[in-house]
């Protein structure tokens, strides 16, 4: 058996969670946004904090250890139209999340970021602020030849390492 595949693949990538992954994305095709389906408990993920205006929760397609995304509660679609007291919300929301980064990964920079519309790159029309650490070491081998984004941890570690200083940054 394992010798059936020899002469056709040289290498094998295992990822056990692939199948979860699947079926949770077949499960997000029933939703006409995945971010409410997350927010209202309808979709698996990983959420972080759960606030009155916005909510936090873990990119699961990473670019860094520690990237996450603030999304607002509510779906809004058009960032012209979020009035003053929601858009201060978030900033502190963003801000929170950069700050819950900063004391578990101590990153050496950010790229924030916010993506609108189609050829803007967002693939989900509710807002959403990326929040990405930046590490003075991060492109390696893999990055340079492979087009492979490593991220030197599981999604289960860096979920428990960011749930252990939330308290820190959102006080009760
Ligand atoms: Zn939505």
Redesign the pocket.
């Known amino acids: 058996m394992a010798n059936a595949f020899k002469g056709v693949y040289d290498h094998f990538l295992w990822s056990s969670k692939r199948k979860a992954y699947v079926r949770n994305v077949e499960k997000a095709k029933k939703y006409k946004?995945i971010?409410?389906a997350i927010r209202n408990n309808k979709l698996e993920s990983r959420v972080l904090y759960k606030g009155r205006d916005y909510f936090v929760l873990m990119n699961i397609f990473p670019y860094n250890l520690g990237h996450l995304m603030v999304v607002p509660n509510k779906?809004v679609t058009d960032f012209m139209k979020l009035d003053k007291r929601l858009l201060c919300s978030l900033m502190v929301g963003v801000q929170k999340a950069m700050k819950l980064i900063k004391y578990t990964y101590k990153p050496d920079g950010f790229n924030i970021g916010l993506n609108i519309g189609e050829y803007g790159g967002a693939s989900i029309?509710?807002l959403h602020w990326q929040v990405v650490p930046r590490y003075k070491r991060e492109a390696g081998f893999m990055e340079a030849t492979a087009d492979t984004r490593v991220v030197p941890e599981t999604l289960d570690q860096i979920e428990k390492d960011l749930l252990k200083n939330v308290s820190k940054v959102w006080k009760k």
Request: hydrophobic share 15%; proline share 0%; glycine share 0%.
């Open positions: 946004c971010l409410c779906h029309k509710h």
